[in-house]
Nanobody, 133 residues
Framework: QVQLVESGGGLVQPGGSLTLSCAAS????????IGWFRQAAGKEREGFLC?????????????YYADSVKGRFTISRDDAKSTVYLQMNSLEPGDTAIYYC?????????????????????WGQGTQVTVSS
């Protein structure tokens, strides 16, 4: 099984950018779908981005972006380094939350629907992102 560790969180001003990393140990990530979730204070953890496994066939699955992050957040993966990156631009105070990456070998990220916490088996510990002036 893989262990996931997020990094890159911090305090940023509105309009700024951050890049979060999700590094795996104990295995590679190429056969895992990756989900990003966030949990704001007093709210439930919500999925806002998922992507299909790196070794998936071209027509198998896709990448899903919630409307709240579409056009501002981008996911990329370097399977050789077993690391997934979340580039976040044009950050807003509403993006303030603890951010989690998750991985699962069976979840199908279709690209057009959201994902739930119970659909992912492996989780990182989370990293805090605060957007404030």
């Amino acid at each position: 099984q893989v262990q996931l560790v997020e990094s890159g969180g911090g305090l940023v001003q509105p309009g700024g950018s951050l890049t979060l990393s999700c590094a795996a140990s104990g295995g590679t990530l190429d056969s895992y779908a990756i989900g990003w979730f966030r949990q704001a204070a007093g709210k439930e953890r919500e999925g806002f981005l998922c992507t299909k496994p790196g070794d998936a066939l071209p027509h198998y699955g896709g990448t899903y972006y919630a409307d709240s992050v579409k056009g501002r957040f981008t996911i990329s993966r370097d399977d050789a380094k077993s690391t997934v990156y979340l580039q976040m631009n044009s950050l807003e105070p509403g993006d303030t939350a603890i951010y989690y990456c998750a991985a699962d070998q069976t979840y199908y990220c279709s690209g057009d629907q959201s994902h739930k916490t119970y659909e992912f088996e492996y989780w990182g510990q989370g990293t805090q992102v605060t957007v404030s002036s």
